[in-house]
C-alpha cells in the first residue's frame, strides 16, 4: 500500500485527510507508471508477517521524482519486498515549498514509519530534525559532514547514512568541461542557495577552476521558486555569458522552469543531473541520480535485517556521466567541438 501526499495551499489544516484506497493506487500507478508484478522476488524471504513502512520525502514535485521513486520501488521489489504483502510506502512531496518539509516529516514520525528515505539538505534537516531514533536514508545530499548529519563517512555515528551525489572537485570538472564545450565562454553565473554548506564551498570550488580558464563566476542567490524569475532578470542585465546551476532542493524542484528561463535569456549551461539536459538544458555532468535511489533500497534491505545506520559507511558516486543536448545547442546557436561529444556518455539528438 502506498499513500501519496502533496503540500499545498492550507497543507496543514489538511494533512490528516487520507485519500482512499482506490484513490491511492490509481495515483501511485499513475506516478510512477510501473507494474511491481513484472519484478521477480528475492530468493531470500522476509519475517512472516512483518509489514515494513518506508516514508519517502521528497522537496519536488510527483512528476518531476516519479522515475527515481520506481526505481526505489523496484530495487526494493529485487530484494524481496512487495507492497500489499510485507512492505508500505508512504510518499511525502513538498512541491517545492520547502516551509512544508518539516510539517511531512512530522507526520511520518506520527505514522510509526521503521524508516525514512530523504532526498537534499532540506528534506534530510527536516527528518534529522524530526527524529533521532528513526533511520533515515540519504537518496541526495551534498555534503552530510558539513551538513552535520554524520560524524564521518565510515561511521555516521548516528540514525542517518545513505549516499551523496558529491565528489572532491566536481565542481572544478564542471566547469572545464563547460569551457570546453563553449569555448567563447567568458562569464558564468551561479544560482545556488548559501543556506547549504556545501553550495558556498562549491561557489568557492567554480571560482577557483574558473580563474584558471579565464571565466567570472558571480552568484545569484535562489532560495525559493519565487526567486528564480528575479535572478534571471538579473542575470540578464549582467550580460552573462553561461550560467551553472547547482544541485539545490529548489533547483532540482523546478527545473523545467530554470531550463526554459535560460533557453529564453540564451544562456547556455551545465546542469548537475541528466534530468535537466533531458528537460531541454545544453549539457549535463554528475552522478547518476537513479542509481542513488537504488542504493537506498539496498541500505533500507540492510536496517531491517538488523544493521545499524550508524555502522553503514556513506558512500561517494564513484561514476559520472556527461550528457549533450544537440537540440538545445542548436536552438542557443552553438556547434559543439566534436571531439568533446566522442566524450560525452549520452548526445541526444
Not at 508500505?88 to 510509526?112: C, D, M, Q, Y
Request: glycine share 8%.
Amino acid at each position: 500500500m502506498t499513500r501519496i501526499v502533496r503540500a499545498g495551499p492550507g497543507f496543514a489544516s489538511r494533512r490528516s485527510a487520507r485519500l482512499s484506497e482506490s484513490t491511492r493506487r490509481l495515483s501511485l500507478a499513475l506516478i510512477l507508471g510501473i507494474s511491481f508484478s513484472l519484478v521477480p522476488l528475492s530468493a531470500e524471504a522476509q519475517p512472516a508477517g512483518k509489514v515494513w513502512r518506508v516514508g519517502v520525502l521528497e522537496p519536488g514535485e510527483p512528476s518531476a521524482r516519479a522515475h527515481l521513486i520506481e526505481a526505489l520501488s523496484r530495487r526494493l521489489r529485487e530484494l524481496g519486498y512487495e507492497e500489499g504483502r510485507n512492505l508500505a510506502i508512504e510518499l511525502r512531496f513538498a512541491n517545492g515549498r520547502l516551509e512544508s518539509l518539516p510539517s511531512l516529516a512530522a507526520e511520518l514520525v506520527r505514522l510509526k514509519v521503521d524508516a525514512i528515505v530523504a532526498s537534499t539538505t532540506p528534506s534530510i534537516r527536516a527528518a534529522q530534525r524530526a527524529t533521532n531514533t528513526i533511520p533515515i536514508v540519504m537518496s541526495t545530499v551534498g555534503d552530510p559532514i558539513e551538513a552535520g548529519f554524520v560524524v564521518s563517512f565510515a561511521r555516521p555515528g548516528g540514525n542517518i547514512t545513505g549516499r551523496t551525489t558529491q565528489a572532491p572537485e566536481l565542481m572544478g570538472k564542471r566547469v572545464q568541461l563547460f569551457k570546453e564545450a563553449v569555448p567563447t565562454l567568458t562569464s558564468v553565473a551561479v544560482l545556488l542557495d548559501t543556506r547549504n554548506a556545501h553550495e558556498v564551498h562549491g561557489f568557492k570550488e567554480v571560482t577557483a577552476a574558473a580563474q584558471k580558464v579565464g571565466i567570472k563566476p558571480q552568484s545569484f542567490e535562489v532560495r525559493g521558486p519565487e526567486e528564480i524569475d528575479a535572478a534571471f532578470a538579473t542575470i540578464a542585465l549582467t550580460r552573462g555569458s553561461g550560467l551553472i546551476v547547482f544541485e539545490s532542493a529548489i533547483n532540482n524542484s523546478f527545473r523545467t522552469r530554470i531550463v526554459d528561463l535560460a533557453t529564453k535569456h540564451h544562456l547556455p549551461g551545465i546542469y548537475p543531473f541528466r534530468d535537466f539536459a533531458e528537460s531541454g538544458g545544453l549539457m549535463s555532468f554528475g552522478a547518476k541520480i537513479v542509481d542513488n535511489y537504488r542504493q537506498a533500497a539496498v541500505y533500507l534491505d540492510k536496517i531491517f535485517k538488523g544493521v545499524k545506520a550508524a555502522d553503514l559507511p556513506v558512500e561517494q558516486p564513484t561514476e559520472f556521466e556527461l550528457v549533450v543536448n544537440l537540440k538545445a545547442a542548436k536552438a542557443l546557436g552553438l556547434t559543439i567541438p566534436q571531439p568533446f561529444l566522442l566524450r560525452a556518455d549520452q548526445v541526444m539528438e
